[in-house]
């Protein structure tokens, strides 16, 4: 049974004459007291017995604590006040209800006194002062609404609303083949991949229903005459974190769904009000306020996020693209084309060759080890032997010995396989991490992988290596955050989601100083005369282009930075990396003034 406080305040002629008699509560306080007591526990024919009617105290009573949904009653009674045979005794009670929401007031019970025995005077503001003889007291929720999810300028990217999830189940279709026809018919509007062939190959596959489209209520709205009635075809609606364009980063909308979605839903608010016979709320008796998620803020930005996505839809092969803040680590767009999408999320996790984009960790390793810097005259003949293994320039092209900072504006294969061969097993590793490359960064709402660098203590393989030929591997994600800590001057910790921090495994020394300028100094060379030549006209451009050799192909690559805009682009088999330059250039030309 729950604990209760009495506290009993009464005259002292009440007090004395109710202690002078031997057995029971015979005072107005005592009589309050034990009213109370039974109506906290939930004993409302006792309670009810104790008024003067206690069939319409009973009812009421226990509809009380029916329409509350009352977890506990914790009752008390207070001062006693006697005219003759009539007393008021005051009542607080403190009511517990469901999801921790404790309501508490206070009242008055109207008693009186026939053939020497007290009583409570039966009303129903023996419940609540404000009750009405014919009213009813009644729980109600009163939802919060769900948080939105913003981009980074304020403008929503997912709201709260319903989706229809479109079902076809072939098995119990009379005709599976029209009906295939008909509902891709109707849902290429919004997905151009879903044909007839790919929704009824992807729903006989299934086990059960097929989810053939997730629609939000406008597109649903928009062809529920085409498929409502389709054989075989249902429908379900649910409450969801709906985009307000599908074509805004839909697999980043995905991702960011799955991971906030359960932080949405505020606290919901509540009253208790007052009911007549009819069933017409008369009044509120009490009434606390839902309590809103804040929103959820993105750092993508909407205006490069669709300049990147308009530039890799532009091609064919698989082609994305990730774009940075360096000063923040803030993720600005992540794009891919639908070529791409159709391997995953590549773009921050997929790991490729980065080919000669790898020379700025090269260069970097070998400036932190003192054996070069960028005036340092190397050579760059057309092919170099190192070990057992020839290394060629691209068409065995040679430009004599030349400064660093030359060689890797002309990206001279050659002389950074020289360079990488006279490091230690572990210097490209460390450089890479410093680059930020290589380790992991464990992020709310993405999943990434930045590249693996393993030491190598063999000269040849490490020469391979040092021009991203060999066993290093890099996502552009990992190659957005070399160009961006070139940029920044050190390694700044990626984010999509404000608030949520990002873990990082793995360690990330501090690049020197001299080598952040050494590096920031070759990579404008790129872009005033070297292999980037193409985007000269955007602006003060930093780059570095790569072309690495695959089966079936190479890599095309571009890694760069304008102001606090960094980024690493690459087309899947795209041939010269002047192709990767040409889609960043696309990018960037599409952006608004002051970006």
């Known amino acids: 049974m729950s604990t209760r406080v009495f506290t009993t305040l009464v005259a002292a002629a009440v007090a004395v004459a109710a202690a002078g008699c031997s057995s029971g509560p015979q005072g107005p306080a005592q009589a309050a007291e034990a009213f109370v007591t039974d109506f906290a526990d939930h004993d409302v024919q006792a309670a009810a017995d104790r008024t003067s009617q206690p069939e319409k105290a009973r009812a009421a009573l226990g509809s009380a604590w029916d329409q509350l949904q009352a977890e506990k009653l914790v009752a008390t009674t207070g001062a006693a006040r006697v005219t003759g045979d009539t007393a008021i005794v005051d009542y607080t009670y403190e009511w517990h209800l469901p999801k921790d929401r404790v309501w508490t007031y206070r009242g008055q019970l109207q008693m009186g006194r026939t053939d020497g025995r007290w009583q ?106 085409q498929v409502l009635g389709l054989s075989g075809v249902t429908f379900s609606k649910e409450s969801d974190l709906v985009p307000t364009d599908r074509r805004f980063a839909p697999d980043l909308m995905t991702q960011v769904r799955k991971t906030v979605i359960d932080e949405v839903d505020g606290k919901a608010g509540w009253s208790v009000v007052t009911v007549n016979a009819n069933g017409v709320d008369t009044d509120v008796l009490e009434e606390v306020d839902p309590q809103t998620s804040p929103s959820f803020s993105l750092s993508v930005d909407r205006n490069i996020q669709n300049a990147a996505q308009r530039a890799v839809d532009a091609r064919t092969e698989q082609t994305m693209m990730v774009v940075l803040q360096p000063s923040t680590g803030a993720i600005l767009a992540i794009a891919q084309n639908e070529a791409a999408d159709a391997a995953g999320p590549v773009a921050a996790t997929g790991l490729y060759p980065p080919g000669s984009t790898f020379k700025t960790v090269t260069a970097a390793a070998t400036m932190t080890a003192g054996h070069a810097t960028p005036d340092t005259i190397v050579p760059c003949p057309s092919q170099i032997v190192v070990g057992e293994r020839t290394i060629p320039n691209y068409d065995l092209f040679s430009v004599g010995s030349v400064a660093m900072a030359t060689a890797y504006e002309r990206s001279c294969n050659t002389s950074f396989a020289k360079l990488a061969s006279e490091l230690g097993g572990e210097d490209l590793r460390t450089a890479a991490a410093a680059l930020g490359l290589g380790p992991d960064y464990t992020m709310a709402g993405l999943t990434t992988v930045s590249g693996s660098v393993p030491r190598d203590d063999n000269m040849v393989q490490r020469a391979e290596d040092g021009i991203g030929q060999g066993k290093v591997l890099a996502s552009p994600f990992g190659m957005a955050m ?48 070297g292999t980037a030549e193409r985007i000269v006209d955007q602006g003060e451009v930093y780059g570095k282009t790569g072309e690495a050799e695959v089966d079936g192909g190479s890599h095309s690559w571009f890694i760069g930075y304008r102001g606090d805009l960094a980024w690493a682009t690459l087309l899947v088999r795209g041939g010269s990396s002047d192709n990767a330059v040409a889609v960043t250039r696309d990018m960037l030309a599409a952006l608004p003034p002051g970006y």
Not at 147 to 169: H, I, T, W
């Open 120 to 225: 409570v005077r039966w009303s129903s503001a023996d419940i609540h002062p404000q009750l009405g003889n014919t009213q009813t007291l009644q729980l109600r929720s009163n939802p919060a609404p769900r948080a939105r999810v913003n981009e980074r300028s304020g403008s929503d990217v997912l709201v709260p609303g319903s989706l229809y999830r479109v079902m076809f189940k072939p098995s119990t279709s009379t005709d599976p083949v029209g009906v295939s026809l008909a509902l891709a018919n109707a849902l290429h509007r919004f997905d151009d991949r879903i044909t007839p062939d790919s929704l009824l190959r992807a729903a006989r596959k299934s086990d059960g229903a097929y989810t053939a489209a997730l629609l939000s209520e406008w597109e649903f709205g928009e062809v529920n005459s």
């Open 482 to 529: 070399v160009a961006a800590t070139v940029a920044n001057g050190a390694t700044s910790v990626p984010y999509l989601i404000a608030g949520h921090q990002t873990q990082v495994s793995g360690d990330r020394p501090q690049l020197k100083p001299a080598v952040i300028d050494g590096l920031r100094l070759m990579m404008r060379k790129v872009v005033l005369g």
